[in-house]
T-cell receptor, first 112, second 112 residues
Framework: GENVEQHPSTLSVQEGDSAVIKCTYSDSASNYFPWYKQELGKRPQLIIDIRSNVGEKKDQRIAVTLNKTAKHFSLHITETQPEDSAVYFCAASTGGSYIPTFGRGTSLIVHP | SQTIHQWPATLVQPVGSPLSLECTVEGTSNPNLYWYRQAAGRGLQLLFYSVGIGQISSEVPQNLSASRPQDRQFILSSKKLLLSDSGFYLC???????????FGPGTRLLVL
């Protein structure tokens, strides 16, 4: 089955810095890669996703890049703000599969 | 638009007591439904998923069970709770054949 590795487990940055979280996956058939943000005590919420026919996608301060050859994808957050502090999860799934495989999460701390 | 509900929001139960958590989805038909558990500070553990009424797949052996009596209703149950059942229980859904999971607000369960 699919295996998703996520690094780092904890990331501490100063407000205004950029943050990068990386995930690798094992199943070359995976073709959908969502990212979720989970604030303390809340539900995970989708913030951005990318499909395997696209190499990069941006939404304001957030971007995701995908390297299918190397089987890794990354979340980039620019100009971080304290409200970006949360746990971020990556996931990978295969078209036709009902089950995404999640990474173990990255705790992002943005210091004012 | 689609909405997912979970109740109760918080539950404190003694060891050995039964459990029933409910999840309902509005605004869609034939959703895929999922139950996840999240221990404190940990990742998302898939417990059960369902692609239709009466169709339940279990991902991990445990003393929990799930049922789907109606198209948009998913229930998580236990006959006798263990201390290790404590955690944050999240219900999620996708459209039929869809990829993106949307999570409910969650139920925080504390077993004493």
């Amino acid at each position: 089955g699919e295996n998703v590795e996520q690094h780092p487990s904890t990331l501490s940055v100063q407000e205004g810095d950029s943050a990068v979280i990386k995930c690798t996956y094992s199943d070359s058939a995976s073709n959908y890669f969502p990212w979720y943000k989970q604030e303390l005590g809340k539900r995970p919420q989708l913030i951005i996703d990318i499909r395997s026919n696209v190499g990069e996608k941006k939404d304001q301060r957030i971007a995701v890049t995908l390297n299918k050859t190397a089987k890794h994808f990354s979340l980039h957050i620019t100009e971080t703000q304290p409200e970006d502090s949360a746990v971020y999860f990556c996931a990978a799934s295969t078209g036709g599969s009902y089950i995404p495989t999640f990474g173990r999460g990255t705790s992002l701390i943005v210091h004012p | 638009s689609q909405t997912i509900h979970q109740w109760p929001a918080t539950l404190v139960q003694p060891v050995g007591s039964p459990l029933s958590l409910e999840c309902t989805v509005e605004g869609t038909s034939n959703p895929n439904l999922y139950w996840y558990r999240q221990a404190a500070g940990r990742g998302l553990q898939l417990l059960f998923y369902s692609v239709g009424i009466g169709q339940i797949s279990s991902e991990v052996p445990q003393n929990l069970s799930a049922s789907r009596p109606q198209d948009r209703q998913f229930i998580l149950s236990s006959k006798k709770l263990l201390l290790s059942d404590s955690g944050f229980y999240l219900c999620a859904w996708t459209t039929w054949g869809g990829e993106t999971q949307y999570f409910g607000p969650g139920t925080r369960l504390l077993v004493l």
